[in-house]
């Protein structure tokens, strides 16, 4: 009965903790400027690989990676949150660093392909990277 009790009120808390405060925002994927990854890695290491992108106004922010595994390819792309609002103003030059680890799990190289946006027919354009495994 005692945890029971405690769950429900556990329950209560955190149904009374909101994080939504009534802001609306989509998800956007943002272009990749450049990129700061080791020419070489090595078998079984971690490795930190930085993203650098230019943040389009001051109501975007950083949400995660889009990441996809294709065999030894890896397709990589900023995602931000980009909140309505009347003041939203645009940035000019105004460089963000992100950064993901990577565990080098197969003695092939890895080609990273990030998404720089798309051209004027609608397709993506990349920044592909070939890193090869060293043991």
Known sequence: ??????LCVA????????IDDGEDFTKVFVPVESVEIPD????????????N???PSTCHSFNEFYYL???????????NYAFEGDD????????VKASFPFKVISTNSYIF??????????????LTIEVPVVQ
């Open 1 to 6: 009965m005692k945890r029971l009790l405690a």
């Open 11 to 18: 329950l209560v808390i955190f149904a009374s903790c909101s």
């Open 40 to 51: 070489e890695f090595e078998l079984g290491k971690i490795y930190s690989i930085e993203v």
């Open 53 to 55: 992108y230019l943040r």
């Open 69 to 79: 595994i294709e065999g030894n390819e890896r397709i990589v792309a900023p995602i």
């Open 88 to 95: 939203c103003q645009i940035l000019e030059d105004k460089l």
């Open 113 to 126: 392909k990030f998404w720089k946006g798309n051209d004027t027919e609608g397709k993506s354009e990349y």
